[in-house]
């Protein structure tokens, strides 16, 4: 608790600190152990909490959102309670953009969370100041919701792990709407860590059905902490750039293909494939957005005719101009052109399980271009070109948001650094349900191509 009071003003990882919770919660814990009672196997060790997308009894949960400034948690969520049921302290909840719309971490009521190697520049988003928390020492294990990459694309900014499940494998109970996943983009609860045996850790805690989520599912027999011992000897492992349509730059794609050889050195074979997605990364970026726009929209209105707070006529004005872009076009949406877009997520599974026909993974950057500055007057946001070619700013960069669409297990393993000292990563693809193996590789990688050493570079 005293590196987070010394370090967060610079960094803005924190959204809440519960000191006086964290410090009372560790004291039991304490007693129990002393006692000689049972604990769970997170007994005693700190865990933040995305503060948007998990809520802790008596935590404000803002999601970054002027609207939502005054609100408080009345329960604490799924996750929040199989972390405590195994002994983690909860030590507070961590910085998002504002409803999570966007890739960079920055909003109106907070501002940016800083990159801890470099705190001119963005730790990622959604889950950043997750990540930044993580890379800087202010916790060991932080929690991420991960709709588009908002794990792995922070995790890959701020160089540490970062594990999205397969859809579902840990529950996420939400209300009102229980089913919103399902329709759109398939977001997943998970861990980001500074070592794979961590997040496997608290992987066995979080996963296993729960009847609440209509799409939960079944308790698995696996063991991540298991699976961080298997060897990998034998896997074929595909390697893509850039799914075959995304802009890299050249530092990064570079980087990347040097850390996928490493695969080799663990016993795998790694082999480049070209993955034929069926639409350009500029049709593919669009249909994530529109499918985000209108979720956000639903909520709009929900919250207008059972809440009476009406988001685009009262706070229109105190809103980022992205939220308030995505609200007004997700109202527009048509049923014809929503389903349209089911249309597109069912060409990129297929293409994704054609590559899983004949291996067993696949890997590739996690973001197309290195960590960017922190914008100084408006609101910060990724780069609007990667290698001469133009992207949406919000998620255009980010190839992620592909797994979001099919909910194939995902993790970001950090590949190695670029431009003096920043962090990029690599992600790696599972087939469904696949999630051990994805954690198998990535622990193997950790082994050939430790990156712990890195965290010197942070500037205490």
């Known amino acids: 608790m005293t590196r987070i009071e010394r370090r967060n003003d610079e960094l803005n990882a924190y959204a809440e600190i519960a000191d006086d919770y964290a410090r009372e919660r560790a004291a039991e814990i304490e007693r129990a152990v002393g006692d000689g009672n049972p604990v769970g196997p997170l007994a005693g060790v700190p865990v933040a909490v995305k503060e948007s997308a998990a809520s802790k009894t008596g935590l404000r949960r803002t999601m970054g959102s002027v609207p939502f400034r005054d609100s408080v948690a009345e329960t604490d969520s799924t996750f929040v309670t199989r972390?405590?049921?195994?002994?983690?302290?909860?030590?507070?909840?961590?910085?998002?953009?504002?409803?999570?719309?966007?890739?960079?971490?920055?909003?109106?009521?907070?501002?940016?969370?800083?990159?801890?190697?470099?705190?001119?520049?963005?730790?990622?988003?959604?889950?950043?100041?997750?990540?930044?928390?993580?890379?800087?020492?202010?916790?060991?294990?932080?929690?991420?919701?991960?709709?588009?990459?908002?794990?792995?694309?922070?995790?890959?900014?701020?160089?540490?792990?970062?594990?999205?499940?397969?859809?579902?494998?840990?529950?996420?109970?939400?209300?009102p709407d229980g089913f919103a996943d399902d329709l759109g983009v398939r977001s997943s609860h998970g861990p980001i860590t500074r070592s794979v045996r961590d997040a496997a850790l608290v992987l066995d805690v979080i996963e296993g059905h729960h009847p609440r989520d209509p799409s939960s599912l079944p308790d698995s027999d696996d063991c991540y902490r298991d699976a961080v011992e298997r060897p990998i000897d034998g896997l074929e492992i595909a390697y893509t750039p850039d799914y075959g349509t995304?802009?890299?730059?050249?530092?990064?794609?570079?980087?990347?293909?040097?850390?996928?050889?490493?695969?080799?050195?663990?016993?795998?074979?790694?082999?480049?494939?070209?993955?034929?997605?069926?639409?350009?990364?500029?049709?593919?970026?669009?249909?994530?957005?529109?499918?985000?726009?209108?979720?956000?929209?639903?909520?709009?209105?929900?919250?207008?005719?059972?809440?009476?707070?009406?988001?685009?006529?009262?706070?229109?004005?105190?809103?980022?101009?992205?939220?308030?872009?995505?609200?007004?076009?997700?109202?527009?949406?048509?049923?014809?052109?929503?389903?349209h877009n089911h249309v597109v997520r069912t060409a990129v599974h297929d293409a994704i399980e054609d590559v899983f026909e004949e291996y067993d993974l696949l890997v590739s950057p996690t973001v197309c271009h290195p960590p960017v500055e922190n914008a100084t007057e408006e609101s910060t946001l990724g780069p609007e070109e990667v290698d001469g070619e133009s992207v949406d700013p919000r998620i255009g960069w980010c190839p992620t948001y592909l797994l979001n669409f099919t909910g194939h297990p995902a993790a970001s393993v950090p590949a190695g650094t670029v431009d003096g000292g920043l962090p990029v990563g690599?992600?790696?693809?599972?087939p469904r349900f696949a999630d051990e193996t994805v954690i198998a590789a990535s622990a193997a990688f950790e082994r050939v191509r430790p990156w712990a050493g890195r965290y010197d570079a942070i500037r205490d």
């Open 83 to 175: 972390l405590e049921l195994a002994g983690a302290v909860i030590v507070g909840t961590t910085n998002t953009p504002e409803l999570d719309h966007k890739t960079t971490t920055d909003n109106p009521l907070r501002g940016p969370t800083r990159n801890p190697f470099d705190p001119s520049r963005n730790a990622g988003g959604s889950s950043g100041g997750s990540a930044a928390a993580v890379a800087d020492g202010l916790t060991p294990v932080a929690h991420g919701k991960d709709a588009g990459g908002s794990l792995r694309v922070p995790a890959a900014w701020s160089g540490v792990y970062a594990f999205k499940p397969t859809f579902r494998r840990v529950p996420d109970v939400t209300r």
């Open 246 to 339: 995304f802009p890299v730059e050249t530092e990064v794609r570079e980087t990347v293909a040097d850390a996928a050889e490493a695969f080799g050195r663990a016993g795998a074979t790694v082999e480049r494939v070209e993955v034929q997605l069926g639409y350009s990364h500029a049709e593919l970026t669009d249909t994530w957005l529109d499918l985000v726009a209108a979720n956000l929209a639903a909520m709009s209105e929900w919250l207008a005719r059972h809440e009476n707070l009406d988001l685009l006529g009262e706070y229109r004005e105190e809103m980022t101009d992205g939220v308030v872009e995505l609200l007004e076009s997700g109202a527009e949406t048509t049923a014809t052109e929503y389903l």
């Open 426 to 430: 690599m992600q790696i693809v599972g």
